[in-house]
């Protein structure tokens, strides 16, 4: 029951970090929602926890902790995943605004003749 | 037809080199606008290059010699011009041979013209084996200065951008030209870091092969 009250808890504290985030500009809708789901499922898995014994057994894991684990590990590698992907796309987009920038500044200098 | 040519020099802390390398240009007598692309040096790359009286982009930061040689062909793609040389700004391309390597694209008869040290007869600086993969002189008609003004390879570009233009169907040619020692400075790629280049290069090149083919004049500019 104790280790129960306590992941609840965590999942309200997880859910309302995230909220007060993106109320505070610090995350955008865009990368918010994955963590909201997250915190939801948290918080959902430990009120009806019945669901998830029957999720492990599904699967077929013979310890319902071993599914946790793989779940959250499968979690991690794939939002580290689409991070990579997402820095690589502003890199690209630093790299373009740079060379834009760059090209823009020589017109402005031929234009005043510098 | 007189052609519209831009020697493009990516140059990143070279203010050693990069007077000698202008005048090597300009003494050819060869009829071309030089653009010297400043990756964001720390020394005074840049109006040293300015002084010479060649026209000068500087980047705000250091995006590689890729970014900065795509710099050049998104400038040569913006004013019109016809061919686009790469010449780098160590002092390594002799700039005589720019009529040898600007022929085949004005015949006709290739999109691509890679200067090439290794082809007989090679009288010039060979730099070490393992290293022959990275390094060219090339020039390039309007359809390839198209491609790489879009997508110019950023991490190993010189050996990755021969497999890009190879996917638009553009015509290649090989040439020998001969090649000179850095004028001062050492190259980034020594020791075991060779070892390590060609392992990366590798892996590059075999990304690059299975990425998706791309359509020259799906974009703009």
Known sequence: MMIKTLTFFLSIIILFVIIDFSRRGKLTFKYAIGWLCLGVLGILFTVFDQLLFSLSDFCGFALMSNFIFFSLFCFFVFSSLLLSTFLCQQNKRNDIMAQKIALLEKEIKTLKGE | ?221
Not at chain 2, 204 to 218: H, M, N, P, S
Request: aromatic share 10%; glycine share 8%.
């Open chain 2, 1 to 221: 037809m007189n052609s519209k040519v831009l020697v493009i020099i990516p140059a990143f802390n070279e203010s050693d080199n990069i007077v000698h390398v202008i005048e090597n240009i300009e003494s050819s007598g060869f009829a071309c606008e030089i653009l010297v692309v400043d990756d964001g040096s720390c020394d005074d790359t840049s109006s040293v290059a300015r002084s010479c009286g060649v026209g000068v982009v500087r980047l705000p930061f250091n995006l590689g010699i890729g970014g900065a040689v795509q710099t050049g062909f998104l400038y040569a793609a913006r004013y019109g011009f016809d061919i686009a040389i790469q010449f780098d700004g160590d002092g390594q391309h002799d700039a005589q041979f720019f009529n040898k390597l600007i022929e085949p694209i004005v015949a006709d008869q290739a999109d691509v013209v890679v200067g090439s040290r290794f082809l007989p007869p090679n009288l010039g600086y060979q730099s070490s084996w393992i290293r022959r993969i990275g390094i060219h002189f090339f020039s390039c008609g309007r359809k390839v200065i198209k491609v790489f003004a879009y997508d110019y390879p950023l991490d190993f570009p010189e050996p990755e951008s021969i497999i890009e233009v190879k996917k638009t169907g553009a015509r290649i040619v090989e040439i020998p030209v001969q090649m000179k020692e850095r004028i001062s400075g050492h190259s980034s790629i020594r020791y075991l870091k060779t070892l390590y280049y060609m392992v990366k290069v590798t892996f590059a090149i075999l990304l690059r092969i299975i990425q998706t083919k791309k359509q020259v004049g799906d974009h703009d500019d």
